[in-house]
């Protein structure tokens, strides 16, 4: 599972339709509101708006559309839930420069390296959201390593699928 540095004419930037930019990302949200109500443990594990937004600024490779990505998605996302309004979309606002940024970087087609990228962004997400709830609105968060890397990783299995899935709708510039 190599993963490859490119220098930054090497590496392809994609974009994406209009129905495809905003249908994908309005899936993703309404599966994450909606499927809850019926399989109870699927919010603990899934987060179907993080996936997108990682893929989404990766595939863009553009840190600022990545930001506006996660921005818009993560506020949505609050939008539909039951907490603070601004912790999701603080948290993928992060996650989708962080992604951006590295998207620059590292050409990740690999399913090794894209499970391995969504399982750190996955944690990244956990971890920022962490942070913003005790430290900025002062909810008590539990705090645990297994469940952030075995969600991580369940997060990385569907997100390599998904990864494949979304593939194609990919547009060169």
Same mark, same amino acid.
């Given at each position: 599972?190599?993963?490859?540095?490119?220098? #930054?004419? +090497?590496? @392809?930037? !994609?974009?994406?339709?209009?129905?495809?930019?905003?249908?994908?990302?309005?899936?993703?949200?309404?599966? +994450?509101?909606?499927?809850?109500?019926?399989?109870?443990?699927?919010?603990?594990?899934?987060?179907?708006? &993080?996936?997108?937004?990682?893929?989404?600024? *990766?595939?863009?490779?553009?840190? %600022? =559309? $990545?930001?506006?990505?996660?921005?818009?998605?993560?506020? =949505?996302?609050?939008?539909?839930?039951?907490?603070? %309004?601004? *912790?999701?979309?603080? =948290?993928?606002?992060?996650?989708? !420069?962080?992604?951006?940024?590295?998207?620059?970087?590292?050409?990740? @087609?690999?399913? #090794?390296?894209?499970?391995?990228?969504?399982? $750190?962004?996955?944690?990244?997400?956990?971890?920022?959201?962490?942070?913003?709830?005790?430290?900025?609105?002062?909810?008590?968060?539990?705090?645990?390593?297994?469940?952030?890397?075995?969600? #991580?990783?369940?997060? $990385?299995?569907? $997100?390599?699928? &998904?990864?494949?899935?979304?593939?194609?709708?990919? +547009?060169?510039?």
């Amino acid at each position: 599972m190599p993963i490859t540095y490119t220098s #930054g004419e +090497q590496v @392809e930037v !994609y974009r994406f339709s209009l129905p495809v930019t905003i249908g994908v990302p309005l899936v993703a949200l309404i599966i +994450q509101a909606y499927v809850p109500k019926y399989v109870p443990g699927f919010a603990i594990y899934v987060d179907l708006p &993080l996936l997108v937004t990682i893929f989404f600024a *990766m595939a863009r490779r553009s840190p %600022i =559309a $990545g930001l506006f990505t996660g921005a818009i998605i993560g506020l =949505a996302q609050d939008m539909l839930g039951h907490g603070m %309004i601004g *912790m999701y979309g603080i =948290a993928k606002t992060v996650v989708g !420069y962080a992604a951006s940024s590295l998207g620059v970087k590292l050409d990740l @087609e690999n399913p #090794g390296a894209r499970l391995l990228v969504t399982l $750190g962004f996955y944690l990244v997400h956990w971890v920022v959201y962490f942070t913003v709830a005790r430290a900025l609105v002062n909810m008590t968060q539990p705090w645990s390593w297994t469940h952030g890397i075995l969600a #991580g990783l369940v997060n $990385g299995l569907i $997100g390599v699928l &998904l990864y494949f899935f979304l593939d194609r709708f990919k +547009q060169r510039t």
